[in-house]
């Protein structure tokens, strides 16, 4: 089992940086894709970010050039750097991992991330 915990949420003026961290614990060998997702009332969860085995990030086309991925493996702990922040980024961050080999994948419980005009 992998329990994840995200923080850094908040609010956040429109043009404002936020991070958010995402701490994993337990039986964490094996993960080889780190995301964060978001969602917000009365849509489907998105894709914002995704890692492969740290060769390649992905970002959705709506946060590319705003938002930075990064991990640090030594403190199991990946981030998401989120600067000119927009009042449609708002929502609640959502960090996931995906093991190898067995493709379980876990989720975090959630950040709220709020973005005002």
């Known amino acids: 089992q992998v329990q994840l915990v995200e923080s850094g949420g908040g609010l956040v003026q429109a043009g404002g940086s936020l991070r958010l961290s995402c701490a994993a614990s337990?039986?964490?060998?094996?993960?080889?894709?780190r995301a964060w997702y978001r969602q917000v009332p009365g849509k489907q969860r998105e894709l914002v970010a995704q890692?492969?085995?740290?060769?390649?990030?992905i970002y959705a086309d709506s946060v590319k050039g705003r938002f930075t991925m990064s991990r640090d493996d030594p403190k199991d702990e990946f981030y998401l750097q989120m600067s000119g922040l927009k009042p449609e980024d708002t929502g609640v961050y959502y960090c996931?991992?995906?093991?190898?080999?067995?493709?379980?994948?876990?989720w975090g419980q959630g950040t709220q991330v709020n973005v005002s005009s």
């Open positions: 337990g039986f964490t060998w094996g993960i080889n894709t």
């Open positions: 996931n991992v995906i093991k190898e080999f067995t493709r379980n994948q876990y």
């Open positions: 890692d492969v085995l740290g060769a390649t990030i």
